[in-house]
């Protein structure tokens, strides 16, 4: 049999079945056999009914002692009967199975395995599966494969295409490096897909599934190395020589600058004086201090006669870099020579803007996306900066590839790693991708390549990061400002708002200002969640008069929004009621209070974005998360906000609550997806892997040397799989 074959070539699998395995993304018999389980169940040997105890799924074996009895109560059938053994008697019931009568007979001799739950009298097994003792014997002692579904595909349906499968298929070529299965003591493949589905014992099992982990991280890395052996080191065509603006800036700021701070400036200001253009990664958590760093490399670009740009996710968030950079360098007497452009100032502004870029009237320029367009020219751009680049999608990217002056260089800028979303490494190859496809790669071959920086709050661990993007440099910022208190936290239900109304009158009483976030922009039918406008209404009805409550959401114009949040970072406005559109980096440090309406609506990334609008300053902030669903008041993600600040452990705490491809959003990318492996608790095998394809790059960078040529083959394959799903 083909592996390409369809799966409708095997037994019992029709269009129908066909159909329902494509939507688990199962087509081909290769696709069947990759299709790993999600876990196993143990088929434990029948034990004596005296020994059970509620809770556990057991086999008991016995006689039926009771004729079957069928009750009706209300939508269900109940059919219950007794099974004995020498150790006891057992209650058995099923639910809307009432043909059992005709199966189950008094006297007759079965094995029952289920879960056994406890009522008030006595010990019951719910809805337990039958066995002949013969048909049970077979099974005994194994474990059996559980399979990701879909409605109308059952487990058994899966197994058993599975096992045919295995059964048909000729024996596959394994395509791991000998030398590399040897050193790493990896199970041969054809070995380790048969237990992979059908264990014989849990340390095959752990066998097999570590040399599937191996090889999925293994053929990852290789192809995300390949693409990037493609890419030349790029000179440093704007070297820096002097970096006394910066210096001054430093000592002209409010505050000191941390430790981490320090450093990652000096690691920064190395790249731009070195030979090599900067392709860096800042990774600190909400409220670390990534700004200031972006306003140093910019001031040393421009005193040493360069330009550069510093991007922003959203409208907000540009104006508010824009403002905070004209205060910074005012006082170095460089407030003149930085441009803002967004998308909603008017055409006249704009061209005002570009003509002061063209011109090198301007050094700097803060904005959106729409600095990224076709009209915008710089005369000298050394440095691109995207702060939480990961609200950029991968269109913009793309795009961002494509006009700017050489596209080969800036789809480094897709090359950052900041993931929620999407990420990097691929990206970059994505972006490249693209601009072969539009030949546009060459088209400016010999263009100025300007330095990357990109910022993020997102924790990727490093470890991972670097063995994923490989030639990206990192720096982490681990330490807060000296001046914070950690945010306190509540979690609390409907009935708290008389409370936290208080609670932020005093606030505001004592000089501070609160958020309020919703999720909804207007009343909706459909849901029944807190909203923007009816509820600063609302508020306005119960706070005093001279709180000023003022809403903003992104389906207001852009001036009307900007005038909110410059009015709200001036200290004019107490309360804002606002949707996520502040989720992401905007800094007023006078707030204190979060308050989250239908937090459970949240995700953990955007729960920790949020609450990072507070905490900004020295005085003590809290933040509290009401929970608008009553039926799931121990909601886990807003235990997990309760219980900790840290991004890091928010994170890996999400990574364990929705599986490794969706932490922080990574499922929508695709990108780390993997089938088997699981990038946090398989961390010590992708070290592993990453490590064996060094060495065998090293060796034959290109992989043309025979003994490679099937890995070679296969890994071209998986990249160009990958591709395809993030459909791109
Ligand atoms: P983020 O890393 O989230 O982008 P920002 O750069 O916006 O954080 O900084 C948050 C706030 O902390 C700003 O008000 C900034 O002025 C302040 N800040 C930055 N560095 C320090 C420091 N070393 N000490 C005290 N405050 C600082
Ligand atoms: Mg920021």
Same mark, same amino acid.
């Given at each position: 049999m083909e592996r390409n074959a369809k799966v409708t070539s095997l037994k019992g699998v029709g269009e129908k079945t066909a159909k329902l395995f494509e939507r688990v993304g199962v087509v081909t018999l290769d696709d069947l056999v990759r299709y790993y389980p999600r876990d196993y169940e143990r088929f434990d040997p029948p034990v004596p009914i005296g020994t059970i105890t509620a809770g556990g799924v057991y086999a008991v074996e016995g006689v039926i002692v009771k004729s079957v009895d069928v009750k009706q109560m209300k939508h269900l059938r109940i059919v219950t009967t007794m099974i004995r053994d020498d150790s006891g008697i057992l209650r058995v019931t099923w639910f809307n199975m009432p043909f059992l009568r005709n199966t189950i007979k008094k006297g007759m001799r079965i094995i029952l395995r289920g879960r056994v739950q406890c009522n008030q009298y006595e010990m019951c097994m719910e809805q337990p599966t039958m066995y002949t003792p013969a048909a049970y014997d077979a099974i005994a002692g194994s474990m059996q494969p559980i399979y990701g579904l879909t409605a109308g595909l059952t487990n058994r349906v899966v197994q058993q295409s599975v096992k045919q499968v295995l059964e048909k298929l000729d024996t596959r070529k394994d395509c791991l490096p000998a030398a590399v299965r040897k050193e790493h003591e990896l199970a041969e493949l054809n070995f380790a897909l048969e237990t992979i589905h059908f264990p014989t014992s849990e340390e095959n099992l752990l066998f097999a599934r570590k040399r599937l982990v191996f090889e999925e991280f293994f053929y990852f890395i290789t192809g995300i190395r390949l693409m990037k052996e493609k890419q030349e080191i790029l000179e440093n065509v704007f070297p820096v020589r002097t970096h006394a603006l910066a210096d001054r800036l430093i000592a002209g700021l409010p505050y000191e600058l941390t430790g981490d701070q320090k450093r990652v400036w000096e690691e920064i200001l190395s790249d731009l004086q070195g030979d090599g253009v900067m392709n860096r990664l800042i990774q600190g958590d909400? =409220?670390? /201090?990534?700004t200031v760093l972006a306003v140093l490399a910019m001031v040393t670009a421009a005193e040493n006669g360069y330009q550069s740009a510093l991007m922003a996710p959203t409208e907000v968030l540009a104006r508010q870099h824009y403002q905070s950079l004209v205060e910074m360098l005012e006082t170095l007497g460089l407030d003149e020579r930085i441009v803002l452009l967004t998308g909603s100032m008017t055409a006249k502004e704009k061209r005002e803007a570009y003509r002061r870029l063209r011109e090198h009237e301007a050094d700097m320029a803060v904005g959106t996306h729409a600095l990224i367009q076709d009209k915008v020219e710089f005369a000298a751009l050394s440095l691109v900066i995207t702060d939480e680049q990961h609200r950029f999608g991968v269109k913009q990217r793309a795009q961002l590839a494509g006009t700017s002056e050489n596209g080969a260089a800036l789809s480094g800028v897709n090359d950052e790693g900041t993931v929620p979303g999407e990420a990097v490494a691929v990206n970059n190859g994505v972006a490249r991708d693209e601009t072969a496809k539009t030949g +546009?790669?060459? &088209? +400016? &071959?010999n263009r100025p390549v300007p330095h990357i920086l990109v910022m993020s709050a %997102?924790?990727?661990p490093r470890t991972m990061a670097i063995i994923l993007y490989g030639d990206l440099d990192i720096s982490v910022i681990h330490q807060m400002p000296k001046n914070r208190l950690p945010i306190k936290n509540c979690v609390v239900g409907d009935n708290y708002h008389p409370k936290a109304y208080k609670f932020i009158e005093k606030e505001i009483r004592s000089g501070h200002q609160a958020y309020i976030i919703c999720p909804m922009v207007e009343e909706s039918e459909m849901v029944d969640a807190e909203n923007v406008t009816d509820y600063s209404q609302k508020l306005r009805g119960i706070f005093p008069g001279d709180i000023v409550i003022e809403s903003l959401h992104g389906k207001m114009k852009s001036d009307e929004k900007n005038r909110i949040m410059e009015r709200f970072a001036a200290g004019e406005i107490h309360i804002l009621v606002s949707t %996520?559109?502040?989720?992401? /980096?905007?800094?007023?440090?006078? &707030?204190t209070v979060m308050m989250v309406e239908n937090a459970e609506r949240f995700g953990l990334a955007q729960l920790h974005q949020l609450r990072g609008r507070v905490g900004r300053g020295s005085a003590q902030s809290y933040c509290i998360f009401i929970n608008g669903n009553e039926a799931d008041a121990k909601n886990k993600r807003l235990e997990i906000m309760n219980q900790s600040n840290d991004g890091f452990f928010i994170a890996s705490e999400d990574l364990r609550l929705r +599986?490794? /491809?969706?932490?922080? =959003?990574l499922r929508q990318s695709g990108l780390l997806e993997f089938a088997i492996g699981d990038i946090f608790n398989d961390a010590d095998v992708l070290k592993m892997a990453s490590e064996a394809v060094n060495e065998v790059l090293a060796d034959d960078p290109e992989l043309i040397k025979e003994e490679n040529r099937e890995y070679r083959r296969r890994t071209d394959e998986l990249m160009h799989r990958r591709m395809e799903r993030l459909s791109l």
């Open positions: 909400v =409220g670390s /201090g990534k +546009g790669s060459d &088209a +400016g &071959a %997102t924790p990727i %996520t559109v502040v989720e992401v /980096g905007v800094n007023v440090p006078n &707030a +599986g490794p /491809g969706d932490m922080f =959003g």
